[in-house]
């Protein structure tokens, strides 16, 4: 499960990267998007990796080893709604570059 998880944290990033050094500012900003992702994967991954474990601490077993860390799950869940304000905001922003340079290009030119 480790490895499957840090395959996917690498290609997300190595995919991410890529895309952000495009010239064209939508593949930037899908690039900045899975970068996030990665970005929510890894941490989400330093809770540990449990299965079917509650993330409270019940009164009969106070082992912290059987649960799982909740404040990464709240992190993770802050940082998609951030991020998917943050896209939503970056698309309207380069809408507007596109019609007042007529181009879709990071730097302007064709």
């Known amino acids: 499960m480790e490895l499957v998880l840090s395959l996917a944290i690498g290609v997300l990033t190595a995919s991410g990267v890529y895309l952000v050094l495009r010239p064209r500012t939508f593949q930037v900003i899908i690039g900045l998007s899975l970068i996030s992702y990665a970005v929510n994967l890894f941490i989400f991954s330093m809770g540990r990796l449990r299965i079917d474990a509650a993330p409270?601490?019940?009164h009969g077993n106070t082992d912290p080893a059987s649960y799982t860390d909740p404040v990464p799950q709240a992190l993770v869940l802050t940082a998609i709604v951030i991020g998917f304000a943050m896209t939503a905001l970056f698309l309207?922003?380069?809408?507007?570059?596109?019609g007042f340079t007529g181009t879709d290009h990071v730097d302007g030119r064709d």
């Open 92 to 98: 309207v922003v380069m809408l507007a570059a596109r």
């Open 56 to 58: 409270i601490i019940d």
